[in-house]
């Protein structure tokens, strides 16, 4: 399966912009690009995906680079709750519905 | 719309005895699957269901089982616990296609003594 890589932990001041990234240099053509986040004692909770081209949801964006072998997740405004654990992962091909979860990033939100 | 719910949350057994973790979703989704984290593992997938009447493995299997009911539930199940199956286990459904996100259920802490 492939593998992605991210910074072990990163910190941010609120109302400040979060890019988080994450290098996955052995995707596949078909490997969609999902981001998760967990918080403390809750469960994984979805964030954004992508496959190509660069993503906006109400939550985040995801750019993509040209040769697909990293992204960035972008937090635009960091508020306190965004303090979380977030987990780059990748999915597709012979891993579809496998998702393999790396140790992700912890982001710190300062107040 | 209450998305995945799983039974029970909290959980402590005895080394031997058997249990079954309960999971449904109301989202009409086809796959699900069972995760467990452990601190510095991650999560690892345990078992999936593509679909009504499948199951496959998953990465860490042994020592577990499961059933899917129908659409809707998929339970796992531990037919004689063990300490190191001490863990927080996860219910996750996805919709059709890889357009789709996945969605966790919020966690059964077990804990085997």
């Known amino acids: 399966d492939a593998k992605t890589t991210q910074p072990n932990s990163m910190e941010s001041n609120e109302e400040e912009p979060v890019h988080l990234p994450c290098n996955h240099s052995t995707i596949s053509g078909t490997d969609y690009i999902h981001w998760y986040r967990q918080l403390p004692s809750q469960g994984p909770e979805y964030v954004i995906h992508?496959?190509?081209s660069n993503v906006n949801n109400r939550m985040a964006s995801l750019a993509i680079a040209e040769d697909r072998k990293s992204s960035t997740l972008i937090l635009h405004r960091a508020t306190l709750r965004d303090a979380a654990v977030y987990y780059c992962?990748?999915?597709?091909?012979?891993?579809?519905?496998?998702?393999?979860f790396g140790q992700g990033t912890i982001l710190t939100v300062h107040p | 719309n209450a998305g995945v719910t799983q039974t029970p949350k909290f959980q402590v057994l005895k080394t031997g005895q058997s249990m079954t973790l309960q999971c449904a979703q109301d989202?009409?989704?086809?796959?699900m699957y069972w995760y467990r984290q452990d601190p510095g593992m991650g999560l690892r997938l345990i078992y999936y269901?593509?679909?009504?009447?499948?199951?496959d493995k998953g990465e860490v299997p042994n020592g577990y089982n499961v059933s899917r009911l129908n659409k809707r539930e998929f339970s796992l199940r531990l037919e004689s616990a063990a300490p190191s199956q001490t863990s927080v286990y996860f219910c996750v459904t996805q919709g059709y296609s890889s357009n789709y996100g996945y969605t966790f259920g919020s966690g059964t802490r077990l804990t085997v003594v």
């Open positions: 989202m009409n989704h086809n796959s």
């Open positions: 992508g496959l190509t």
């Open positions: 269901s593509a679909s009504e009447g499948t199951t």
């Open positions: 992962i990748l999915e597709g091909g012979t891993s579809y519905g496998k998702l393999t």
